[in-house]
């Protein structure tokens, strides 16, 4: 069961009447073992999807040929991302060759604190690697233009 709540002062508040129903079901004096996500926020998400957009279309020549990146293609730029960020499993496949398994940004994989953490360590990497004559606030301009 999942009841989204609100923290206040007085405790975990319950947001929608739905939520307030469920939690009622669940009976009063009894212990429960709680999972806190923070939900994901789909305008930080297409955010994030802004600047990967941003990237591909502004990454040095050199690099987009040498990593495949096509800007046609943004999820080739993901994929660098997600490589370059550490987000992967590596895993031995049958030859006894190393592979990597790119672990998943969706909603239900990455709460919203993951997800920003995600972010800002792709900011950083795009500061520094991909394009790293381009300031933070004109970045951040850009990406809201294409928003």
């Not at 929608?16 to 669940?26: F, I, Q, V």
């Not at 990454?59 to 730029?77: F, I, Q, S």
């Not at 360590?121 to 520094?128: E, K």
Request: some cysteine; proline content about 5%; aromatic content about 12%.
């Amino acid at each position: 069961m999942e009841i989204l709540c609100r923290n206040m002062p007085e405790g975990f508040v319950p947001v929608y009447g739905s939520d307030w129903d469920a939690k009622r079901r669940l009976g009063g004096g009894k212990d429960f073992l709680l999972t806190v996500k923070k939900p994901r926020n789909i305008r930080f998400h297409r955010k994030f999807f802004a600047l990967v957009k941003l990237v591909a279309d502004n990454l040095p020549e050199e690099l987009a040929e040498r990593w495949h990146v096509d800007a046609r293609d943004p999820e080739t730029m993901l994929r660098r991302y997600k490589r370059d960020l550490g987000y992967y499993d590596p895993y031995v496949n049958e030859r006894g060759e190393i592979e990597i398994v790119f672990r998943s940004i969706r909603f239900d994989d990455m709460d919203q604190t993951q997800f920003e953490e995600f972010y800002e360590r792709a900011v950083g990497l795009t500061l520094s690697e991909y394009l790293p004559r381009m300031r933070r606030e004109d970045m951040e301009n850009e990406i809201m233009n294409f928003m």
